[in-house]
């Protein structure tokens, strides 16, 4: 079946570093890949996406780009900040219903 | 503009009790999925419904059932609560295009 493998955490940076979480992810056919973001107490919210391969999603100063030929959509951001610190989840859509399958999310800790 | 609501938010249950997790939506989407997340894990699909009348198992069922009586709809029952189900619960809406859009959570304990 589907799955996704995340960079394991918890992750801590000085603000202003460089973020890097690894994702990469086994499926057939050719899933739409996500990130999501999650804050203490709060439910998913949608960070960016990608849905087909060479596809770069932004938003809010992150990145991703769908790499099939590596199978993998790694989260990049070039300066941290105190207000990133959240669990951030890799996950891929799927199946008649897009379902997603989620990796198992990362801690990222940004200190002042 | 609500999104997707979820009650309750929180919820303390004994072993062998039942109740209900609702889930309601005020965007007319047709998909709706529970989700569970246990501690320092990834969510994982406990049901999902594609339409009004339409329902299906996801990975982790057991112990859980649903209906989908209306599209905004989609409650989630625990018929005999077990330790094993305490989580959080997670449910979320999409339409055929585009992404999932989240509750807040309910967050189960079963003692």
């Known amino acids: 079946g589907d799955s996704v493998t995340q960079m394991e955490g918890p992750v801590t940076l000085s603000e202003e570093a460089f973020l890097t979480i690894n994702c990469t992810y086994t499926?057939?056919?050719?899933?739409?890949l996500f990130w999501y973001v999650q804050y203490p107490g709060e439910g998913l919210q949608l960070l960016l996406k990608?849905?087909?391969?060479?596809d770069k999603g932004s938003n809010k100063g992150f990145e991703a780009t769908y790499r099939k030929e590596t199978t993998s959509f790694h989260l990049e951001k070039g300066s941290v900040q105190v207000s990133d610190s959240a669990v951030y989840f890799c996950a891929l859509s799927s199946g008649s219903a897009r379902q997603l399958t989620f990796g198992s999310g990362t801690q990222l800790t940004v200190l002042p | 503009n609500a999104g997707v609501t979820q009650t309750p938010k929180f919820r303390i249950l004994k072993i062998g009790q039942s109740m209900t997790l609702q889930c309601t939506q005020d965007m007319n989407h047709n998909y709706m999925y529970w989700y569970r997340q246990d501690p320092g894990m990834g969510l994982k699909l406990i049901y999902y419904?594609?339409?009004?009348?339409?329902?299906d198992k996801g990975e982790v069922p057991n112990g859980y059932n649903v209906s989908r009586s209306t599209t905004e709809d989609f409650p989630l029952r625990l018929e005999l609560a077990a330790p094993s189900q305490t989580s959080v619960y997670f449910c979320?809406?999409?339409?055929?295009?585009?992404?999932?859009?989240f509750g807040d959570g309910t967050r189960l304990s079963i003692l």
């Open positions: 419904s594609v339409g009004a009348g339409i329902t």
């Open positions: 979320a809406s999409s339409s055929s295009d585009q992404p999932q859009h």
């Open positions: 499926a057939t056919g050719y899933p739409s």
């Open positions: 990608a849905t087909k391969a060479d």
